[in-house]
């Protein structure tokens, strides 16, 4: 029964840790990116939202290497980027959704705010007019 209770302690102090990294990371890039002025279009604020965004991903990378063994990652990362265990169907919805998204957001609103407030200089680009501009 102890070592029961020993298994789900190590559980829950993996996943609160793996949490309070996850949203440490996020944060820590996030609230310089929202503190700098998006009007001037600095390349290091969106950077900083893009990392910042892979945060969970980050902490889930340093979990994996802190609670499992060499034998555990390598098994891990070769399911990962095992590209034949995905349908065809599962790959192509991935591919696609997102710009399929994106475009309805740019048609139905007429303009694409996240990208004009990351980047006000791509609004005014000669390939993004009528696009990105209202």
Known sequence: ????????TKTDTVLLVF????????????IPAALMDPAAGSPISFILYLV???GPTIAG??????????TDQQNVFQRLIDIHRIDWRWGAFILTIFPVLG???IQITGSST???RLCPRCRDSPENQGILSP
């Open 52 to 54: 910042g965004g892979f």
């Open 61 to 70: 990378l340093l979990m994996i290497g802190r609670t499992m063994d060499r």
């Open 114 to 116: 996240a990208v004009t």
């Open 1 to 8: 029964m102890r070592k029961n209770l020993n298994t789900k």
């Open 19 to 30: 949490f309070l990294l996850a949203f440490g990371i996020s944060w820590l890039l996030w």
């Open 103 to 105: 475009g309805l957001t």
